[in-house]
Every structure is written in C-alpha cells, then in structure tokens.
C-alpha cells in the first residue's frame, strides 16, 4: 500500500511563491507516474501537472512557466515549486501516483490535500 503525505500549503501573496512537497511511502515512489491536482471551491478537480518516470512534466495551460514539478526518487518525494502565485491558484492541491503510467489517467493514490490560499 502506498501513502502520500503532502505538504508545504499556506497563505501567500499575489506574486508570491510556495514548495509543495508530497512524500510517498510504503513502496518506492520510482515505478510510478505522479502528479498534482488541485479543486477550488464549486470545481472540478483538475490535473496542474505530471511527472513521469522518467521525469518527463507536463503542465497545465494555467500554471505553465509558473509552476515546476520535480522528483527525487532517492528522497521519495515529488515537488511542485509555484511561482507568480495567482489568486485564482486558490485551492485544495493533491499528489497522486498511478503505477507505471502517467498519472493523467485515473490515478492509483491520492495524498489527503494541502491548502493553498493567495490573496491579492
């Protein structure tokens, strides 16, 4: 069984930048795809962006050039830097891993959720 832990959420500034970490544990995060998604109040979760095993990312159309997500497997853990924060980047933000697969499709493990919150 896989767990993920994230963490790194808070309050922040228009413009300003947060690191959300996701820890994975109970098998080694390097067989999977991961990802972060993210649900605002009222919307449907979305994915903001994957990583694959082999460290190939894809992003959003919203957060691309502003968000980075990186992965070290030695550490078991998968990083969404933010930057240039928005207020509508105001959300509910999950790591998820799906088993040699990208994680776009419907994913195998969710972390419990991180908040979020940029004010202007």
């Known amino acids: 069984q896989v767990q993920l832990v994230e963490s790194g959420g808070g309050l922040v500034q228009a413009g300003g930048s947060l690191r959300l970490s996701c820890e994975v544990s109970?098998?080694?995060?390097?067989?999977?795809?991961m990802g972060w998604f993210r649900q605002a109040p009222g919307k449907e979760r979305e994915l903001v962006a994957g990583?694959?095993?082999?460290?190939?990312?894809n992003y959003a159309d919203s957060v691309r050039g502003r968000f980075t997500i990186s992965r070290d497997n030695a550490k078991n853990t998968v990083f969404l830097q933010m930057n240039s924060l928005k207020p509508e980047d105001t959300a509910v933000y999950f790591c998820?891993?799906?088993?040699?697969?990208?994680?776009?499709?419907?994913?195998?493990?969710w972390g419990q959720g991180t908040q979020v919150t940029v004010f202007s």
């Open positions: 990583i694959t095993i082999g460290s190939t990312a």
């Open positions: 998820a891993a799906k088993y040699m697969a990208l994680v776009t499709s419907t994913p195998d493990y």
């Open positions: 109970g098998r080694s995060s390097r067989g999977y795809g």
